[in-house]
């Protein structure tokens, strides 16, 4: 059968998940919450049930929610109607689609490396060609390797910010610097702004959309699965021109063509209840708890993760193996699963760093710590 990309047969997070599990480690490799979710979601579910939202939402997505977004988005000044806005099942397959609905056999695609794990599949499966950048060493765009790599075959730029894995967070300045590399291109964005609620120490979460010029050629890609904290239930949303939209729902409606209706009801009612501020504290306080614990473990922090889910860890004062053979290593020896960064890399080179998961329960947190301590 054709393998129709260069990726894994096998991700990298339900490698380490089921390693994890095999073992019986604490699992900080992928990228999910163990805490429970916000009571009023569980009831606003069994409600879109109860009220028969269970046939086909409309294709772009539950009205209600789709006027919720546009209200949610215009308070951090995001101006959208509901023609920029498509529910989705999920950033992952927003990203495909988006990609799917813009890229054609033979365009360049420029990702930054280190990159989340489905971008190069998704393009190479539309056709598509990526083109490596590297981020700096703390993971900072250099914009004239990124203004070398674009050729007259460039298509589109994949961005993450916040960024997966390290959480660095794209400045206002950054997106300028940007818009004026593009200005005389028709190159496209896609930017992956899953980790949009989760910003710490007061620092600001600029969207591709809230810059002027950008938002007439992004498609910006969210999750409620990271935003409120439930991975499994697979809705998100895409935000795009009139025009970029169109594009996508050409493809989105022969793709899953809706999504989940009694889920982007339940949805839909919590965004007029859903606090950021407080979603931050308690996650920055997650953060800094996970910080606080492993200080006197032998790991080296370069960087805390100014957003997200993730902290990346520095290994080489304990071990010379690779990532992944120290990333397997811990988890079978130490009980404490993490996800090497080479996973990011399209070479897999070895980075000497792993990446924790920190959305976990202090007890979860506690107990990996008393593992690695233990161990290390
Ligand atoms: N992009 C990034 C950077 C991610 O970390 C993830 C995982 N949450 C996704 C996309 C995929 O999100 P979803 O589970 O909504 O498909
Ligand atoms: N986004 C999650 C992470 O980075 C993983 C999602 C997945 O398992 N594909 O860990």
Redesign the pocket.
């Known amino acids: 059968l054709p393998k129709k990309h260069s990726g894994s047969d096998f991700t990298i997070?339900s490698e380490m998940t089921a390693l994890a599990q095999k073992h019986d480690a604490v699992n900080l490799s992928q990228?999910?919450p163990d805490y429970e979710i916000d009571e009023r979601l569980k009831k606003f579910l069994a409600e879109g049930t109860e009220k028969n939202f269970n046939q086909y939402a409309p294709m772009s997505g539950n009205p209600l929610l789709i006027e919720n977004l546009m209200e949610f988005n215009q308070r951090r000044k995001i101006e959208v109607s509901k023609e920029n806005i498509t529910v989705?099942?999920?950033?992952?397959?927003?990203?495909y689609t988006a990609l799917a609905s813009v890229i054609s056999f033979g365009d360049e695609v420029i990702v930054l490396e280190p990159?989340?794990d489905?971008y190069v599949p998704a393009i190479e499966m539309n056709g598509g060609k990526p083109v490596f950048v590297s981020l700096n060493e703390i993971f900072e765009v250099n914009f004239d390797a990124l203004q070398k790599a674009i050729t007259e075959k460039t298509k589109a730029i994949m961005i993450?910010s916040?960024?997966?894995?390290s959480g660095k967070i794209w400045t206002k300045n950054d997106w300028e610097k940007l818009s004026r590399i593009l200005e005389n291109t028709e190159i496209i964005l896609i930017s992956?702004e899953?980790?949009d609620v989760l910003t710490y120490d007061d620092q600001e979460f600029f969207s591709a959309f809230h810059h002027p010029k950008l938002s007439e050629r992004c498609f910006s890609?969210?999750?409620?699965?990271?935003m409120f904290h439930l991975?499994g239930w697979?809705?998100?949303y895409v935000l795009a021109s009139e025009e970029l939209s169109l594009a996508y729902r050409r493809v989105h409606q022969y793709l899953s063509f809706s999504v989940n209706a009694p889920a982007q009801y339940a949805l839909a009612k919590y965004l007029e209840v859903f606090d950021v501020k407080e979603n931050i504290k308690t996650m920055q306080n997650k953060r800094d708890f996970f910080l606080h614990q492993i200080q006197d473990l032998p790991f080296t922090l370069n960087e805390k993760a100014e957003a997200?889910?993730?902290q990346i860890l520095d290994f080489s004062n304990i071990s010379d193996l690779s990532d992944k053979d120290f990333a397997i290593w811990l988890t079978e020896k130490a009980k404490v699963a993490t996800i090497p960064v080479s996973a990011f890399y399209h070479d897999q080179k070895n980075t000497g760093k792993v990446r924790f998961c920190f959305a976990k329960k202090e007890e979860t947190i506690l107990k990996a710590v008393e593992n690695l301590k233990a161990f290390l």
Not at 88 to 95: E, L, R
Not at 221 to 226: A, E, Q, R, T, V
Request: zero cysteines; hydrophobic letters at 30%; proline letters at 9%.
């Open positions: 997070f990228g999910f989705s099942p999920g950033a992952t397959y927003g990203i990159n989340y489905s993450n916040p960024h997966n894995p992956d899953v980790y890609i969210f999750s409620f699965g990271k991975t697979k809705v998100g997200g889910y993730f």
